[in-house]
């Protein structure tokens, strides 16, 4: 009976966990992943703590599984986070606890930080892209000062990739904080942007 109830339990989070995801960054590809993953754990470790194999065994092949297709496609890592989701549910769902309640409580502690900490609201503000800049730069201070008047955002970290001085470009990884307008440093308002806050002023 307690397996039914994890197995239960396991569906439900799996379905939520893709839900989500699919809605949030729309990778079909992914979900059927996912899901595929999650209902193979559960069967192959389900069959595992049955038989007279050990689950440690089963549970180090799908280690190595998981290392090959992780490398097999290129995901970020907020995927990387939804994928072992998927198989933490499955073997929690496979592999019942002495007592009920705990794997049922690890599943929900799973799912609510998983989900949480990918809301859109969740550090929203932060960002991090890979650019390619017109022009080698190698002064560090003029690089920032570009990447914050491009992005109209506080950078925080710049790495600088590849400085290719024959085709006169510069890649970078840059991590940074969109700010509003008023925030940012030397910003100067403009006359709409004036007249906008004197406007708010005056109704309030």
Do not use: K
Request: charged content about 20%; overall charge positive.
């Amino acid at each position: 009976m307690d397996q039914l109830v994890l197995i239960g339990a396991d569906v439900a989070g799996i379905a939520l966990l893709t839900w989500t995801y699919f809605r949030r960054h729309r990778r079909r590809d992914l979900v059927v992943a996912f899901l595929g993953v999650n209902v193979g754990v559960l069967a192959v470790a389900s069959t595992l703590g049955s038989a007279t194999i050990g689950a440690g065994l089963g549970l180090g092949l799908f280690g190595v599984l998981s290392i090959i297709r992780l490398r097999s496609t290129e995901i970020d890592q907020r995927e990387v986070a939804y994928y072992f989701a998927a198989l933490a549910l499955g073997i929690l769902g496979a592999l019942p606890g002495p007592v009920l309640w705990h794997s049922l409580a690890f599943m929900a502690l799973l799912l609510v930080a998983v989900l949480v900490a990918d809301h859109p609201r969740v550090m929203r503000r932060h960002q991090r892209q890979e650019l390619v800049l017109d022009g080698a730069v190698l002064d560090r201070v003029a690089l920032v000062a570009r990447l914050e008047g491009m992005l109209g955002a506080r950078v925080h970290h710049v790495a600088v990739q590849r400085v290719d001085l024959v085709n006169d470009t510069t890649w970078v990884d840059v991590r940074y904080e969109t700010v509003p307008p008023a925030r940012r440093r030397g910003h100067v308002q403009t006359p709409r942007e004036t007249a906008r806050a004197s406007t708010t002023g005056a109704a309030s």
